[in-house]
Nanobody, 125 residues
């Protein structure tokens, strides 16, 4: 069992930055692909970024490439999402997710067994 607690959301102006954190409990954190998804009300959950257990494989959605960075500290069972140059369309609830192992379907919510409770990011002037 893995429990995830994500945090760090808030209100930020366009062009601003935020860093999200996700703390995981349980064992073998480095065995899990960790990802961030986001969701607007009435829309499907959208892939944002993923990191394989050893961070050899890193993936981003096209909409966030060059602006967001996913990183992880396996010693502290934590994954981060650093977000820069935030845009209005980045507004959503952001969720961290954990899935055992690495596979090519890293962008699908179904790949992940464990989810955080979500943290709201609002980009507004």
């Amino acid at each position: 069992q893995v429990q995830l607690a994500d945090s760090g959301g808030g209100l930020v102006q366009p062009g601003g930055s935020l860093r999200l954190s996700c703390a995981a409990s349980g064992r073998a954190f480095s065995s899990y692909t960790m990802a961030w998804f986001r969701q607007d009300p009435g829309k499907e959950r959208e892939f944002v970024a993923a990191s394989s257990g050893s961070a050899i494989y890193i993936h981003y959605a096209d909409s966030v490439k060059g602006r967001f960075t996913i990183s992880r500290d396996n010693a502290k069972n934590t994954v981060f999402l650093q977000m820069h140059s935030l845009k209005f369309e980045d507004t959503a609830v952001y969720y961290c997710a954990a899935g055992l192992g690495y596979s090519g379907n890293y962008y699908l919510p179904a790949k992940y067994n464990y989810w955080g409770q979500g943290t709201q990011v609002t980009v507004s002037s």
